[in-house]
């Protein structure tokens, strides 16, 4: 494979992806794709930069989609900047299978752009950070998701493009062991939904990153 595509968030999982992409796949021109979708904090992009310029990209794109904030505010505490972002231990279990921290058709959408920036770039595949959540899960990182995204885009009549997600099926502390393996520099990612200078060790997204350090044994670089 000689070039591709990773969304690239700046949190873990995307994080990981991008130096796997890199050093594992071992594919030579990529495309980093990062996204101002109207989440409440640019943290996570500051993040997604570094870990660009670290893996030495061939480009880097931060595109500005604000207006999908204001689109799903009304379903998402991540775009609603006057929501409360949820304790993990307040959301009833009943509730995770779709949490107030999902984004209306996000990953749907962010594909959709992705697809059409590779297609216009003659890139032919795709990468994006699906991992199996240990706390909760969304429809749109799931292996049936996978498979459905891909059966669309094979419509394509010329240049067809395919989504991959190399750790749909491994769980965060997984994740974690494969970058450091790859030596992924963990204190340039970032993954509270709160922002701030630290993370707040309470939301749904810091508790995860929380319990797979702590699963493998080692220290958060970033707590």
């Known amino acids: 494979m000689a070039s591709a595509v990773v969304l690239l968030s700046g949190g873990i999982d995307s994080s990981t992806l991008l130096h796997y992409v890199c050093r594992t796949l071992g594919v030579k021109t990529i495309y980093a794709i990062s996204f101002r979708y109207g989440q409440r904090h640019s943290r996570e992009l500051k993040a997604a930069a570094a870990q660009a310029a670290a893996v030495g990209v061939c480009e880097h794109r931060i595109l500005d989609i604000s207006g999908f904030g204001d689109m799903t505010a009304g379903g998402s505490v991540l775009t609603n900047p006057d929501s409360e972002i949820p304790y993990l231990s307040a959301i009833p279990e009943a509730d995770r299978q779709q949490p107030p921290t999902y984004v209306p058709n996000r990953n749907m959408v962010l594909l959709s752009l992705a697809a059409a920036y590779a297609e216009a770039n003659d890139v032919g595949d795709i990468y994006y950070g699906a991992q199996a ?36 099926d491994k769980p965060k502390a997984e994740v974690v062991q494969i970058g450091l393996e790859l030596g992924v520099d963990y204190a340039q990612t970032w993954t509270c939904y709160r922002g701030g200078d630290t993370p707040c060790g309470s939301c749904p997204s810091c508790v995860e990153r929380s319990n797979a350090f702590r699963k493998i044994g080692h220290d958060d670089p970033l707590t």
């Not at 990182?141 to 989504?163: E, M, Y």
Request: with cysteine; hydrophobic share 40%.
């Open 133 to 168: 959540q240990d706390e909760y899960g969304y429809w749109d990182c799931t292996t049936d998701f996978l498979a459905r995204i891909n059966t669309l885009l094979a419509l394509n009549r010329k240049d067809a493009v395919t989504v991959h997600a190399p750790f749909i």
